[in-house]
């Protein structure tokens, strides 16, 4: 086999196959805005002041670049749950968040099937903000605050069929940056909308795999180093005695340039049952 | 429009700006020769670990090699390019993989005249028997010496069979561990089988990880011990039988008998080929190994390259193969029992 037909035939199957799972998320994310506007038709009310825990389950899509583990790029889809712990005030606004995505991501290249990378990712994040504009309606309000976020980030790699074996790569990340958030509130729905930039931090980025450090090596990093921009966006419905149900999209982009420009993406749908806590103050 | 309305709008158009990730991240490099030749040559620039030791210019080598990188056209011309370059590595770790075949540099030349089945066989082991994997053979010379061979270190989770071949040979006083011809496999496997072997914990070697871009950039050492596990241990004399194709794991192994009190080794050097290997891919589908760190002795002595002496060297020839003689084994057998106490 030549090596150019063997390059044509390595493109066309990138192109060909990539990740089915992704066709799913593109055609929810289209028709989510068409959902979002039925639904906003609605008018009543959400005024519930309790704190609020939400269990959701996402499906995402994600795609790296990361040349220490392949010149290759990789894409796949996963699943994904998280916990989170609201609490909402008309002037402030205090958020808790675990999360766990696990992928199954590959080259989407036939010279390269079999080779396969399972990925692991664990997130906290605490966010603090408070409203910095005058309810110019009851309906709107806007807060600007801060992210805390804790990330580890792990990649194992499967070698391919010639080579049993695995070896792990990945990074662990502490950051810090500013959010804004807006929300809209139509009577017991309501739309919110998150936009967090980290910009400083401490993380491990490991020059290859995970073995070559031995333990965990924090220094500081600036967006010179570490470029990240986290999406989120939350459709809350009010059910029956203040439970709830929020449809979400997410969407992470991350770039690290610490020994070579790393690339992350990810996005995901997700549908979560959401639980107050306490009574209800009157 | 109505601020439900802007709001709708600004939460589609922020969903559909980023609505697919694959847009965000690089693709896939190239697949011209020269450029996977370029990728294989700046992936051992990076990650390779034994440049300095082995007095490496990479950059030279990338000047010799790159013109007829430039020049190649076909899978066999540029792999052909490829394989020339790892080559001046020297290393046994180093390997390039062409679906369905691997290609590494030679032992062909390090010839060793070492016969299993001679060593195994009735002249010296009686009553010699094998695990259920086949990896350990093992049995009595005369009534007072164990003998066992462990054939690979590849794999895990078979580690415990040595115990069933200490569990067997309860009579002996000492023990031969023939490692010859063992090519290595899994190091951890390799420590396990030396933990039997150990009444205290013991540092047998350290490791070193490159981490930086420059040839000389590696982390911290990482110390290495041998923990004494499993049900009967011995601390007994022990001779450790080495030669020229014992590398990898196996020279691992081959440490942990040199750190180890009471143990001698005899025989011939090893490879020298002990740097733990990343695996790489390129986007045809070749993947090939780069050697990544540097294992010390407990001194910070450097075997990579040079091999691990044996205190004792005896020779194995194509006669002594001929004639059905181990002299190796023989040497051992007979400087073992002046151990014995």
Redesign the interface.
């Known amino acids: 086999?030549?090596?150019r037909n063997?390059?044509v035939r390595?493109?066309t199957s990138?192109e060909s196959l990539?990740p089915r799972a992704?066709l799913l998320v593109?055609a929810l994310?289209?028709t989510?805005?068409a959902l979002?506007?039925a639904q906003?038709a609605a008018d009543s009310t959400i005024d519930d002041r309790r704190s609020r825990l939400t269990a959701t389950l996402m499906g995402v899509?994600?795609?790296?670049?990361v040349p220490?583990i392949?010149?290759?790029?990789y894409?796949g889809s996963g699943v994904g749950v998280a916990l989170r712990w609201e609490r909402a005030r008309t002037s402030s606004v205090w958020d808790a968040n675990m999360e766990f995505v696990h992928s199954n991501i590959n080259?989407g290249?036939m010279?390269?099937?079999g080779?396969l990378n399972q990925v692991f990712v664990g997130t906290v994040a605490l966010t603090r903000a408070k409203a910095v504009q005058a309810m110019s309606?009851p309906?709107?309000a806007v807060f600007v605050g801060l992210r805390l976020d804790a990330t580890a980030h792990a990649d194992v790699?499967q070698?391919?069929p010639?080579?049993p074996?695995t070896?792990v790569f990945g990074y662990a990340v502490f950051s810090a940056g500013p959010v804004f958030r807006?929300s809209?509130t139509?009577g017991t729905r309501r739309?919110a909308?998150e936009l967090a930039v980290p910009f400083i931090g401490l993380a491990d980025i490991?020059?290859?795999?995970a073995?070559?450090?031995?333990s965990l090596r924090l220094h500081a990093v600036t967006v010179t180093q570490l470029r990240t921009v986290r999406?989120h966006?939350r459709y809350h419905t009010r059910l029956t005695r203040g439970w709830g149900v929020v449809w979400g999209?997410d969407?992470l982009?991350e770039q690290q340039a610490r020994?070579e420009?790393r690339?992350?993406?990810?996005?995901g749908i997700s549908a979560a049952v959401s639980a107050p806590l306490g009574r209800q103050r009157p | 429009m109505t601020?439900?309305g802007r709001?709708?709008?600004?939460?589609?158009a922020?969903?559909?700006m980023?609505?697919?990730?694959?847009m965000?991240?690089?693709?896939?490099?190239?697949?011209?020769?020269v450029e996977l030749f370029d990728?294989v040559w700046q992936d051992f620039d990076?990650?390779y670990a034994s440049f300095e030791i082995k007095g490496v210019d990479w950059n030279d080598v990338r000047q010799r090699f790159r013109p007829q990188a430039e020049s190649a056209?076909?899978?066999a011309q540029?792999a052909a390019t490829i394989g020339r370059m790892l080559v001046e590595l020297r290393d046994p770790h180093v390997e390039l993989?062409i679906?369905?075949h691997?290609f590494y540099v030679s032992l062909a030349a390090q010839r060793t005249y070492f016969d299993p089945n001679t060593a195994f066989g009735t002249r010296y082991v009686t009553a010699g028997r094998m695990t259920p994997t086949r990896n350990i053979w093992y049995g009595m010379i005369g009534t007072d010496v164990g003998y066992v061979r462990v054939v690979s270190f590849v794999g895990t989770g078979w580690s415990g069979e040595i115990d069933t071949a200490i569990e067997s040979l309860q009579a002996a006083r000492a023990f031969i561990l023939d490692v010859r011809d063992n090519g290595g496999g899994n190091s951890g496997t390799a420590e396990k089988i030396a933990s039997r072997f150990a009444t205290r914990r013991y540092r047998f070697a350290y490791v070193r990880?490159?981490?930086?871009?420059r040839h000389g950039?590696f982390?911290?050492p990482?110390a290495r011990d041998i923990v004494p596990i499993g049900p009967q241990r011995f601390g007994g004399p022990v001779i450790a039988l080495t030669n020229r194709r014992v590398m990898s794991a196996a020279e691992t192994f081959v440490m942990a008998m040199r750190a180890r009190p009471n143990t001698e080794l005899l025989g011939d050097t090893t490879i020298g080929g002990l740097g733990?290997p990343?695996?790489?891919?390129?986007?045809?589908?070749w993947?090939f190994r780069v050697p990544?760190?540097i294992e010390y002795g407990p001194g910070m002595e450097v075997f990579e390259g040079v091999g691990i002496g044996p205190a004792v060297v005896v020779p194995h020839s194509a006669a002594d193969s001929a004639a059905g003689r181990d002299p190796q084994l023989e040497a051992a057998i007979a400087r073992i029992r002046l151990r014995i106490p």
């Open positions: 086999m030549g090596l063997c390059t390595s493109l990138i990539r992704g593109h994310l289209i989510l805005p979002l506007a906003a899509q994600m795609a790296q670049h220490s392949s010149p290759s790029r894409g080259p290249s010279a390269l099937a080779h309606s309906r709107r790699q070698f391919g010639l080579r074996g070896d807006v809209f139509s739309l909308w490991p020059y290859a795999n073995k070559a450090e031995g999406q966006l999209y969407f982009f020994y420009t690339t992350y993406a990810r996005q | 601020s439900r709001a709708l709008a600004t939460a589609a922020c969903t559909l980023v609505g697919c990730t694959e965000l991240v690089p693709r896939s490099r190239g697949l011209e020769p990728i990076r990650y056209r076909t899978d540029i993989a679906p369905p691997t990880f490159r981490n930086g871009p950039d982390a911290d990482i733990n990343l695996v790489r891919e390129l986007p045809n589908g993947t990544q760190s």
